[in-house]
């Protein structure tokens, strides 16, 4: 079960930072380290920081984006220190690790941490559906990246212990791969009826993305909203055509 909770670290700068954090995650359990864009890929002072824990360090894997590194994963958490202009559906350290484990049982599942100096963007923030904060000592709230994986390794190893004292989770939820292929679809279904402009999207789509992700649809309400725009692209195209034959209505099953 922990083998598919990972821990994704976004374009980290000091590679002792890495070696920390693998070390961190095996202490509690955790084996599944994903590096996106890394300023400099592990090496010797990565390794010496690890310890006991080289190879979690060397089975990490490396990508490009957090896109990648989330794709397949059903429920991605994303850190932030700080408040942001759009507020997200946000959990505390305990919370967190619980919605983890409970979740880990249907697909991978994601814990994303930021820059050192400056956290996550705004965009790669929008690819999380929970925000969580540490709530730490509001005059000095500076924690050290590998400190902050540390804490939160050991929720999730307190939820894995007590796991079955949770409810088991019986929705289905769509991967983050299918959310942005939603995503994009409702992008383009909004600029073909002029609702938004391409050239100028403004927030529109961020705050129906927080719409979405506070709301979570489930895979089949996924497929039904992906049906509902599918119906609008073809009436545009029918309209457009000068077709007057109505795009077919979805038959309701029992």
């Not at 984006?65 to 059903?74: F, I, N, Q, R, S």
């Not at 959310?179 to 600029?191: D, N």
Request: charged share 25%; net charge negative.
């Amino acid at each position: 079960m922990l083998e598919n909770i990972r821990i994704i670290l976004v374009n980290t700068s000091h590679t002792g930072n890495i070696g920390s954090t693998a070390r961190a995650m095996k202490t509690m359990g955790l084996s599944s380290l994903y590096l996106v864009d890394p300023v400099n890929e592990p090496d010797g002072q990565a390794s010496a920081l690890a310890a006991g824990a080289g190879d979690v360090l060397a089975n990490a894997k490396i990508v490009s984006t957090l896109e990648e590194a989330v794709k397949d994963c059903g429920l991605v958490v994303g850190t932030s220190a700080r408040s942001r202009t759009h507020s997200w559906p946000m959990l505390g350290p305990r919370d967190c690790g619980e919605k983890l484990v409970q979740e880990v049982e249907k697909y991978p599942v994601a814990l994303v941490f930021g820059r050192e100096n400056s956290g996550l963007t705004n965009e790669e923030l929008q690819q999380c559906h929970f925000h969580m904060c540490i709530p730490a000592n509001p005059e000095y709230s500076s924690l050290n990246l590998a400190a902050a994986v540390q804490t939160l390794c050991y929720e999730i190893r307190m939820a894995y212990l007590n796991r079955e004292t949770y409810p088991s989770v019986e929705e289905e939820y769509p991967l983050n791969d299918d959310l942005e292929r939603f995503y994009t679809h409702l992008e383009t279904t909004l600029e073909g009826t002029s609702f938004i402009r391409k050239s100028h999207p403004g927030v529109v789509m961020t705050k129906l993305r927080r719409l979405f992700n506070r709301a979570r649809p489930e895979s089949q309400e996924l497929n039904i909203l992906r049906g509902i725009l599918a119906s609008i692209d073809k009436s545009m195209k029918n309209a457009n055509s000068g077709d007057a034959d109505p795009a077919p209505a979805i038959e309701e099953k029992e």
